[in-house]
Structures are given as C-alpha cells and as structure tokens.
C-alpha cells in the first residue's frame, strides 16, 4: 500500500516563496508520474505542474516561470518549488501521483492535499 503525505503548505506573503513535499511511503514501487494539481476556493481543480519518468516536465500558463516540480527517485519524493507566489496562487495543492510496482502492477494515488494561502 502507497500513502503520500504532503507537507509544506502555510501562509505567505504575496512574492515569497513556498515549497510542497510528497512523499510516498511504501515499498516495492517506484513513480512514473507526479502530478501537482490545485483547486482554489470555489474553483474547478487544475493540473498545476507534471514530472515523468523520463523527466521531462509540464507547466501550466499561469506558473510557468515561477514554480519548479522535481523528484528524488531515491527517496520516492516529489517536490514542488513556488516562487514569486500571487495572491492567485491561493488554493490546495494535492500530490498524484502514477505508482509502477516491481511485480508490474500500475496504479494512481492521491495525497489529501495542503493549503497555501498568499497575502497581498
């Protein structure tokens, strides 16, 4: 079983800077995929920023340029570097992530998400 747990979330002031860990706890896996998604109050959800295996990455429009997604394969570990945070950032971010196990199983895992709230 594959539990993520997020941390890293707070209060901060309109240009300051935050970063979001996931880490997935378990054994005999490793992670595809990761996916950072947010959902700001009285939003839909949206797709924020991706890693994938091969490490390439995507960005939304409105981060681009301002937040970084990386990975500690060692450590099952997903990391999501915001910069330069706008009060628009507000929302809760959740951790997904594509989990392969060794014997060939795939599945998909969701964190229970931690808020960042950005002053002005």
Do not use: H
Not at 23 to 49: C, D, H, M, T
Not at 106 to 117: D, F, Q, R, S
């Amino acid at each position: 079983q594959v539990q993520l747990v997020e941390s890293g979330g707070g209060l901060v002031q309109a240009g300051g800077s935050l970063r979001l860990s996931c880490a997935a706890s378990g054994s005999g896996f490793s992670i595809n995929a990761a996916y950072w998604y947010r959902q700001p109050p009285g939003k839909q959800r949206e797709l924020v920023a991706a890693v994938f295996s091969g490490g390439s990455t995507y960005y939304s429009d409105s981060v681009k340029g301002r937040f970084t997604i990386s990975r500690d394969s060692a450590k099952n570990t997903v990391y999501l570097q915001m910069n330069n945070l706008k009060p628009e950032d507000t929302a809760v971010y959740s951790c997904n992530i594509d989990a392969a196990g060794t014997t060939g199983w795939v599945k998909e895992y969701w964190g229970k998400g931690t808020l960042i709230t950005v002053s002005s």
